[in-house]
């Protein structure tokens, strides 16, 4: 009988997959309703906006840079929308204008980092600040939006009703569908391939033809987009800006990455592992919140924790994989 | 460019920019550069900003004028020239926080010592990006310090923990011990990661940011501490020799580092282990130990930092203590000239650096900025900071240059 043996590069996905159901389990023994079809989609509609998030530095740390303005950008596009709304402009321009905004700024980052070399913790940072300012020069307060029909729309009839009390909101379909999305762009296009290229050794992939300078400013870009439809489905969410909003969502989509089984030095991982890392912490979350005895603190020691065994992990595959290639 | 200014280029734009700025204000920031001699008793809170008038109705050079006497006029006053300061009354919250009864008080003093913070930081962050390394977790260093202190000093007032029989006068000395060893401690952490098992650095050092916050919430129960021991306010808030004590940490601080870096091996093993692990490691160099060494290094000086920062507020907020100063700290060290690829380390940039970037948030600050767009500008700053000193954008800002000097010189 032929022994069946998991590939190297699915090892991580795999082993967050099975953290996933370890955690699931774990929650559905400790406490009554856990395993509740709600609790689950809940699972989704309360962390759609850190997975699109994520797509997009999922992207950008498989180049092997990195992405800290995402949290900025949320908070900015969300308060931009809300500000927008509340003064009488039109919600689908409002929405339209933030994602734009996303763009360039993605662009504008991603031109930064590739056509000067500077380094890309600098330069999103540097970004992070930039737009977590305009965030309050847009309003220093939360703003709710009321009553505005385009997103009562949204909220209300883009929802598919699977049954009593279950609705499938509209920001989970788009996560998914962006998801489906980024997978297929990732494993299917030349530009995806391209990216796992860079991400693996720059220098070859320079030397190979692939556009480096194109594939990266694009990457950002995308990034960019990312975290303004992020920021669009948290003001969906929420129904309201706030420029204080999503402080340190990076390092959580970041977390979400690595635990998702994407090498932090870039060329390995999938997007679709970011899936199961926004999960992982998601549910993470709701068991404490279920508990409610334990410090809500927590979340983070043990997200934390999480992010070390699989960076332990990654590294000793990493060393594996080069011993088996040396012997060859 | 003469040959004196060759060791003193990579302070060459940072300090320009530091002067532009003064500059900047000298004209258009009224009092700037005043600076007065305060007897302690008269002022209550030492560490506030002076109010500084909105309207600018003053001319230009005038300001200028007035600024520049004013930095002069400290030296001529005698102490007894601020006598009629004493004859108001005494502040009630006398702490004893001055030696000598005298300091100096105004815009520049507190620069200084708001930025002390920061200034502490870079050192520790300079050793370690000149190993090619990085520490992100500062931050969350400075508020695992900050709360072990809160708590410790919590339980001595109540007299729940031994030592407090040696009076609030010199029990402080317990938190500060306990603060500086967790956080040399969680340096040590950070080490055994990178250098120990070879885990990239930055990737190493962000496990601590995400849970270091958590367990601050933890040591403090989510509480915010307040205390209000004389000793640990004095860290931040007191004065000797004329000047913040704050001042005083980073001044010993850096001629310490200093010290340890350019008169022995040390500065030498850490530019060679950034430059060349490998190499430096078969010409001798125990590679791994100098590594550790400096992010045990870079944790206590976020002990110090944590500490000031917990000193400067009388109180230990997990949630924003030294949040985001890993990025000032950062931001400080590649200012200051300091290579993130490793290999060369400039601790007076650093120390330059990070005046910079409180010199411009104090800016912001007294013209009526709100702190939280302060972010804009100094974004700017860094970018443009960041711009001047990559090699790529000076090479295409030259060869404009030299393009049009070849079209000029063909016509």
Redo the contacts between chains.
Sequence with gaps: MKKFRIPMRYVPISATILVFFAVYLIGIFSFDNFGSPKVFLDLFLDNAYLGIAAIGTALVILTGG?DLSVGSIIAFTSILIAKMVSTGCNAVFAIALALVIGILFGMLQGW?IH?????P???T??????I???G??VS?ESIPIQNDPVFNFIQNDLTIKLGKGLNLRFIVILYIVLLIIAIIFSQRTRAGRSIYAIGDNELAATLMGIPVGRTKIMTYTIAGFCSALAGVVYAIYLKAGN?LNC?GLE?DA??AV?IGGTL??GGVGYVFGSLFGVLVLGLIQTLIIFDGRI?S?????I???L??AF??MQ?LITKISKSKSKSH | MNKTSNKFRHLVWPLVSLALLLLFNAIFTDNFFKIEIKKQDTVKEAVQLPSVPDELTVPAEEAAAQAEAAVEAPAEQTPAAQAPAEQQTPAKEDKGVSIFGYYLYGTPIDILNQGSKVMVLAIGMTLVIATGG?DISVGAVMAIAGAIAALLISLLDAGNCPGASMGPAFYWIIPVIAALALATLAGFWNGM?VAG????P???T??????????A??IT??QIITFDNPGLVFLCNGHALFLPFSVWIVVSMYVVAGLLTRKTALGLFIESVGNNERASRYAGIEARRIKWLTYVICGFCAGVAGLLAASNIKCADSNNAG?YLE?DA??AT?IGGTS?AGGRFFLSGSLVGAILIQTLTTTMYMKNV?P?????P???V??IV??LQ?P??RA?VLSIFASKAAKGGVQ
């Design positions: 990195i930064l056509c000067f070399s500077l380094p913790f600098l330069v940072l540097a970004g992070m600040f930039f977590r300012g305009c309050f020069i220093e420029p402080v390092m970041v977390a690595v932090l030095t410090n603190w927590w979340t983070r020691i997200v934390g924790l992010v070390l960076i332990f590294n | 990085i990661l098992f070879g885990i990239q930055m990737v190493a962000l496990v601590l940011m995400v849970a270091g916050r958590g367990v919430q933890l129960d989510g949040l990025l950062i931001l590649v993130m709100s939280a767009i302060v972010a804009v100094k974004a700017m860094v970018i960041c711009l990559s790529v954008f295409k």
